[in-house]
């Protein structure tokens, strides 16, 4: 039988009778472990995953947490990182060499564009072209001889756009180049690129994997174990494992994941369409709404969709943000995937031309629907609809 995902969750990687059989793993604190014989710290190796020598090489702690991450994208090895952000670089920095080429989605996670756009662009002379990703032939005709990284994001986290990851992934690879996808917003549980072709996952931890707003951490998974080799000496080199606390916690919110997205899921549905049948709102962003244009390939590479939607609604910018103002549940805040409902309008500040290249008004809204129940968000945003409107 298959193990499922609650199995994995629960017991993947836990080795009970190596810590006094406690149910619960300890946060290892230890920066550093020591050896008999000066040969045995020489012959201590790295891949071993039972032997441990730096903490800024790897910690039994966070190794559990990889396992768990593994089996969940279905990969051969994963790396847990300080932040999202730190994973992302870590594969842009593994993928890509000076003068290569990338192609990125234009709805992609702003630093890690800013990083390509700048960084990269600066010191080591890689160009990167945007595209918007809905059509292959669109990213087809962008990739180069030297592109060495696709960059992707399905759903993308703010319009909520979706790649054909499949056919994305062959076309990059026809061309020898990697493929890169954020995959936050479904969580392993409702989607797992590696099997569409993708190169790396990578999760910002941050976000459901957490799960409680507490910790800032990210993952990346492969699914060529040379690869894997490549980011871990870049996370030995680069420094930016996740501290022990920051795993266990992560360890600690992963417990919950299964059944915390699923309520997130149901209340983002009805939320969904509360709104979508409001006559004040002009457009809903959801994967999970049957009106989505991109329906029928949503179905085919998601099995469900999480907590995150967003919205425009038939007013002004200003009155978009008095109605934000004018919640109460919803607090106003720029994360998500955690316990509580938030609301932000991530293009408030962006101009026209921008506004139309990201595929939204300046007024649309993101909410993210937490855990405090279906009933108290729709009449939350009920008594603003009725306060502004
Ligand atoms: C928050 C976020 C990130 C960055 O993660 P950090 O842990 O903050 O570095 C990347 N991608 C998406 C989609 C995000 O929402």
């Not at 993101?366 to 603003?384: F, K, M, P, V």
């Amino acid at each position: 039988m298959e193990k499922s995902t609650g199995m994995i969750l629960e017991h993947t990687g836990e080795e009970y009778d190596r810590y006094y059989n406690a149910i619960v793993p300890p946060i290892f604190m230890n920066s550093l472990n020591i050896f008999p014989t000066v040969d045995a710290y020489y012959d201590s190796d790295k891949r071993d995953i039972h032997t441990y020598c730096y903490g800024r090489v790897q910690n039994p702690t966070v190794r559990i947490l990889e396992e768990k991450i593994t089996e969940l994208e279905k990969g051969s090895e994963s790396y847990v990182f300080s932040s999202g952000m730190a994973a992302a670089t870590a594969a842009v920095l593994t993928a890509c060499s000076a003068g290569g080429h990338v192609v990125c989605i234009r709805t992609a996670y702003g630093p890690l564009k800013d990083f390509l756009m700048n960084y990269c662009r600066e010191h080591m002379q890689i160009e990167t072209t945007l595209v918007d990703g809905d059509d292959p032939a669109e990213i087809r005709e962008a990739m180069r001889d030297n592109t060495q990284l696709l960059v992707l994001e399905s759903p993308s986290s703010v319009v909520f756009r979706i790649q054909d990851i499949e056919k994305a992934a062959r076309i990059a690879h026809e061309k020898g180049s990697l493929v890169y996808i954020d995959n936050t917003f479904c969580t392993p549980i409702y989607q797992n690129p590696l099997e569409m072709g993708a190169d790396f996952v990578m999760h910002t931890a941050s976000k459901y994997l957490g799960g409680h707003s507490d910790i800032i951490g990210g993952t990346l998974t492969v699914r060529d174990p040379r690869l894997g080799e490549k980011v871990r000496t870049m996370r030995e080199q680069l420094g930016s494992i996740i501290g022990p606390m920051e795993g266990w916690l992560m360890m600690r919110g992963l417990r919950t994941l299964e059944v915390r997205v699923k309520e997130h899921g149901k209340t983002a549905l009805a939320v969904a369409q509360y709104l979508e049948a409001h006559p004040k709102v002009r457009k809903v962003y959801y994967t999970g709404l049957a009106s989505h244009p991109q329906h029928e390939l949503i179905e085919k590479q998601q099995s469900g969709h999480t907590g995150l939607l967003s919205f425009e609604l038939d007013c002004t910018t200003e009155e978009a943000k008095t109605f934000c103002q004018a919640l109460r549940i919803f607090k106003i805040g720029v994360s998500w995937g955690g316990f509580e409902s938030l609301v932000t309008m991530p293009y408030a500040r962006e101009n026209e031309e921008t506004c139309r290249k990201m595929g939204a008004g300046q007024n649309v809204i993101r909410i993210h629907c937490g855990l405090e129940g279906t009933e108290n968000l729709i009449s939350d945003l009920e008594q603003a609809f009725d306060q502004v409107f």
